[in-house]
């Protein structure tokens, strides 16, 4: 079963404006990962955020995490129109008889940004 | 710009028949992971490699999927026979190391008539 649940599982708003998704997880994590994926295509690693950090950022992304609720959000500042597509949280555990991190992606944000 | 490459792209094929996708992922990347994605169940691990060894593939139909890692430069998925229900894109992304990204390809389009 999927780890992380995401939400809203769609978001549409106007450019310029910020988006906000949030994505809960169940067990414990090493580090958890936002990627995005356009249609059609594969996905793209966007940020990473290790369990120990509560907050990180990367140009126009915010990511923060939460341990004690489990969840975490990604927040595109000034979205632009070129920022529609689908976000996925990804956490990475690690693997009972490996120790080795198993990368779980959550159900995903459908977002579209109107011009 | 180093990326995951995955052939075929499309397929269609009829129910019964093998099919069998590859990756060859990004040089020097020790780890490769086989994910399925469709409309109801998202993404889905199958399977993930680590220096060519299986580590994980509870995440696969057993009776018909099977995964293998030949050398270090290809990976493949094999399905066989395969039915309309595994219709969906197949994904293979490579990793260094724990604690990163990891690079995904642009995903093997399958469909089972």
């Known amino acids: 079963s999927q780890q992380g649940e995401e939400d809203p599982q769609a978001l549409s708003i106007q450019e310029g404006e910020n988006a906000t998704m949030n994505c809960s997880y169940k067990?414990?994590?090493?580090?958890l990962q936002w990627y995005r994926q356009n249609s059609g295509r594969g996905l793209v690693h966007l940020i990473l955020i290790r369990s120990n950090e509560r907050e990180k950022h990367s140009g126009r992304l915010r990511v923060t995490l939460d341990t004690s609720k489990k969840s975490s959000s990604l927040l595109i500042t000034a979205s632009r129109a070129a920022d529609t597509a689908s976000y996925f949280c990804a956490t990475a555990h690690s693997a009972p008889r490996t120790g080795f991190q198993k990368l779980v992606f959550g159900t995903g944000t459908r977002l579209l940004v109107s011009p | 710009d180093a990326r995951v490459t995955q052939t075929p792209r499309h397929k269609v094929t009829e129910m019964g028949q093998e099919v069998t996708m590859r990756c060859q992922p990004i040089?020097?990347?020790?780890?490769v992971f086989w994910y399925r994605q469709t409309m109801m169940q998202g993404l889905e691990l199958l399977a993930y490699f680590r220096n060519r060894a299986p580590l994980d593939d509870s995440g696969m139909p057993k009776d018909r999927f099977s995964a293998e890692m030949p050398d270090a430069t290809l990976a493949t998925l094999k399905i066989q026979p395969s039915e309309p229900r595994d219709s969906a894109v197949y994904f293979c992304?490579?990793?260094?190391?724990?604690?990163?990204?990891?690079?995904f390809g642009e995903g093997s389009w399958l469909t089972v008539v």
């Open positions: 992304a490579s990793g260094l190391a724990q604690g990163q990204g990891i690079g």
């Open positions: 040089l020097g990347h020790n780890t």
């Open positions: 067990t414990s994590i090493n580090n």
